[in-house]
């Protein structure tokens, strides 16, 4: 909105009367509503519940020639069984799942991650047994019903934002951590990064549940510990944003190559405003044999670039000049 109203385009903010986060933008003739932020008009719903869906949209990444993940993905009808007698047969059934699917994946650790789902939502690395993948999704599947286990790689977390077929931002995320001071507890360092992460986004959220947990534990600390000067504590093993993430910006040290590759991820989904997550090695390296895309965008979030260390992006400014040909 701010961007809109510096740059001569009206503002109208149908909130206060709708109760919904709806601004529709009008310059000349043209209006545009939109809808929480990234939901506009030329948003269709082929290219949103396609991107949505993070397995065909890597079967199709891959019939194109691009890298993904290999995945094996479950769906409600496979893990959903009638109880006989008491018997809870789908209690049985998804350890068995599991099992054939690390057999079909290989080497663990692997990722278990709803096959639709947002914002690392229910997302779980590092699991390496059949009884845990189990586990982790009876936990999560009265919020969603269908899953994928992929291979595990690790890489960078790369982000990359486009905009009518055009490469405009790239950042590398990195989990949520903090460092010590040698003074400090960590549950007191973990409540200052959640205020800081809520002050730039009131939606952002830094939980510390059973998994970060798990992770503290591996690196020998409790939250009523004193990390020592300068040591640094992950508190999470995914990289989004919304659960204390950082992003650097590395837009000016991506490869060259990244600028007729990303336009063609673009290509298969037809829309003007697309982001890519992807896992590459060293974003100054050839994408083709450095990228493997994990998902597609096509109504991202792009606080990544407003927030980035290194640089920001005004990503707001450049939608709205594409929409509205300024």
């Given amino acids: 909105m701010r961007a809109a ?43 949103f519940f396609l991107t949505e869906d993070k397995h065909a949209t890597k ?19 496979d893990l959903e069984h009638p109880a006989r007698d008491g018997d809870t047969r789908e209690s049985r059934r998804l350890p068995r799942l599991a099992t054939e699917a690390l057999a079909t994946l290989g080497e663990p650790p692997v990722v278990v991650k709803p096959r639709a789902g947002m914002r690392g939502d229910a997302v779980r690395t590092n699991l390496v047994t059949a009884e845990a993948i189990s586990t982790h999704i009876n936990r999560w599947r009265h919020l969603f019903r269908d899953w994928i286990i992929e291979e595990q790689i690790d890489c960078q977390d790369l982000r990359l934002q486009l905009i009518d077929s055009e490469l405009v931002a790239a950042c590398v995320r990195e989990p949520a951590s903090v460092t010590g001071d040698g003074r400090s507890t960590l549950a007191t360092l973990v409540e200052q990064h959640r205020a800081e992460i809520t002050a730039a986004n009131p939606d952002n959220r830094l939980v510390i549940d059973a998994e970060a947990e798990d992770l503290l534990r591996e690196q020998g600390l409790r939250l009523d510990d004193v990390p020592e000067a300068g040591r640094t504590v992950r508190l999470t093993r995914t990289a989004n944003l919304a659960k204390g993430g950082v992003a650097i910006d590395v837009t000016d040290h991506l490869h060259p190559g990244f600028h007729e590759w990303a336009p063609a ?5 037809d829309t003007k405003i697309l982001s890519v997550d992807a896992l590459c090695a060293a974003p100054h390296k050839p994408p083709d044999t450095n990228v493997t895309i994990l998902e597609v965008n096509a109504a991202p979030e792009w606080v990544h670039h407003t927030f980035s260390e290194n640089r920001t992006h005004d990503i707001a400014a450049r939608i709205l000049r594409s929409w509205f040909d300024l």
């Fill in 265 to 269: 991820v673009a290509k298969l989904f």
């Fill in 59 to 77: 079967l199709l990444l891959r019939q194109a020639g691009f890298t993904t993940p290999r995945g094996v993905a479950l769906t409600s009808g």
């Fill in 5 to 47: 109203s510096e740059l001569g385009i009206e503002v109208h903010d149908r909130m206060p009367e709708l109760g919904v986060d709806l601004v529709v933008y009008s310059h000349g003739t043209k209006s545009v509503p939109v809808l929480e932020g990234r939901y506009d008009h030329e948003l269709r719903a082929r290219d």
